[in-house]
């Protein structure tokens, strides 16, 4: 699927209520999206940016990933997410130090409280974007908000993954996509392939 074959679904369903509905009927650990450690991202952000900066986790929910961000210090978190619910959950367990994090309660796509950021951070949001007008709008908000020489890294599912996620389609990308997606600005450092094992 290249940009020109990809799904161009239009957005009939109220995506505000379906990830709030998500959030506040399921435990946190039972998404299928769930993991214990943000392995894959903690090594990524060490390896590339080693001494910390600014940094947003957009669509973030309920991941651990602030958690250890706040913990090691050098960051300047943001989380972003469209339900607010998800949000409630990290606030509520990261306690005292939730103080420490910028909160956005956005749909990416329209956010316009978005900052400078080293590095923008997305493990399964831009997929659900299977319209062209959200593709862009995601797509602009980045190109302002990263700095230059700054990291997008980003998890979508592959040619090969699910259709679907939580009920909704998906647009699934191989690599050669993503780069023709992102465009010329951005230069390709790293790539890899996971498995991911459901809570169920
Ligand atoms: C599959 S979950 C991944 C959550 C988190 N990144 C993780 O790895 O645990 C997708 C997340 O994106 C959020 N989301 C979906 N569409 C969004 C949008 N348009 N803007 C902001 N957040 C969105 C959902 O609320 C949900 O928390």
Redesign the pocket.
């Known amino acids: 699927m290249n940009g020109s074959q990809m799904a161009d679904e239009g957005r009939d369903f109220d995506?505000v209520a379906?990830?709030?509905k998500?959030?506040s009927t399921k435990q946190t650990t039972e998404?299928?999206?769930?993991?214990a450690e943000?392995t894959t991202?903690l090594d990524l952000i060490d390896r590339f940016v080693p001494q910390g900066g600014r940094i947003i986790?957009?669509?973030?929910?309920?991941?651990?990933?602030v958690d250890r961000l706040v913990a090691k210090g050098t960051w300047e978190v943001t989380v972003?997410?469209?339900?607010s619910s998800?949000i409630e959950h990290a606030r509520k367990r990261l306690a005292e130090n939730a103080g420490k994090v910028h909160w956005l309660c956005?749909?990416?796509?329209?956010?316009t409280r978005l900052a400078k950021y080293d590095i923008w951070?997305?493990?399964?949001?831009f997929h659900?974007?299977t319209n062209t007008e959200?593709r862009q709008a995601?797509l602009s908000r980045l190109n302002e908000s990263i700095v230059l020489g700054g990291y997008f890294f980003v998890?979508t599912f592959a040619p090969d993954g699910p259709e679907k996620?939580?009920g909704l389609p998906v647009c699934r990308y191989s690599v050669d996509q993503i780069e023709n997606v992102l465009g010329r600005g951005f230069k390709l450092v790293s790539n890899a392939k996971f498995g991911h094992m459901t809570p169920t």
């Open positions: 995506r379906h990830w709030e998500v959030y998404v299928s999206w769930f993991e943000p991202s986790d957009v669509g973030g929910g309920a991941s651990f990933l972003l997410d469209i339900a998800a956005d749909d990416i796509t329209e956010s951070h997305d493990r399964a949001v659900f974007l959200d995601y998890a996620c939580s």
